[in-house]
């Protein structure tokens, strides 16, 4: 079983649509997660640090749930420049270390 | 922000070359600097850990004599791809750290291509 798992996508959906990402991670002692974003062929970016009570920023809302080990991003009123692959990437262990899901992919069209 | 030079940015060579790469932590000391690498449509994977002036800490299935990494100054890991070969082709990029609560900045990554 993966460390990190995502469903791939791709999400296709019109702009203005709201859209909603899970991720489930494997290591309960995971201490931080966090979600990039990565274009195509470029490095991966943060996007936001995911808490238990949950992260606000714009139109981007994400959250954590410990208990089911269950990450979720959401975005309101897509944008066509939010087309990208998300990466949910957790940080585990005493040197800061980053495992990262394959990332799901999101295209928004007009 | 934080900003790591990653370099060169793509590479193009022969089978049997050994390719050095390095990441350059520009605006702050880096203690620690990692090491991934991303195939195709795949998720990136921790190649190593590196440590100033320490030796490098390998995941498991890296092979540590094929990919030499050296940390020699708290701005600057080198990655070397030794006798490189065209299955080694993928995305390898750097991130850097300040420390062990410290975010991870990560390069621009270098695309490599063995013919």
């Known amino acids: 079983r993966k460390e990190v798992e995502q469903d791939p996508g791709p999400f296709n959906v019109p702009e203005g649509a709201t859209v909603a990402f899970n991720c489930t991670y494997s290591n309960s002692a995971s201490q931080s997660f966090f979600w990039y974003r990565q274009d195509c062929r470029k490095e991966p970016k943060l996007l936001m640090s995911v808490y238990s009570s949950g992260n606000e920023d714009g139109r981007f809302t994400a959250q954590l749930n410990r208990a089911s080990q269950y990450i979720s991003l959401l975005i309101r009123d897509s944008k066509l420049s939010d087309s990208a692959t998300y990466l949910c990437v957790v940080k585990t262990g005493g040197y800061n270390k980053l495992i990262f899901g394959a990332g799901t992919r999101l295209a928004v069209h007009p | 922000g934080a900003v790591v030079s990653q370099h060169p940015s793509r590479v193009i060579c022969k089978s049997g070359t050994s390719v050095k790469i390095e990441c350059r932590s520009l605006?702050?000391?880096?203690?620690?600097m990692f090491w991934y690498r991303q195939f195709p449509k795949q998720s990136l994977m921790l190649m190593a850990t590196s440590n100033e002036g320490s030796k490098a800490t390998y995941e498991q299935g890296v092979e540590k004599d094929k990919f030499l990494i050296n940390h020699a100054s708290l701005t600057l890991s080198t990655l070397t791809v030794t006798s490189a070969h065209p299955e080694d082709s993928s995305f390898y990029i750097c991130s850097a750290s300040g420390g062990p609560n410290q975010p991870q900045h990560f390069g621009d990554g270098t695309r490599l291509s063995i013919l």
């Open positions: 605006d702050f000391q880096a203690t620690t």
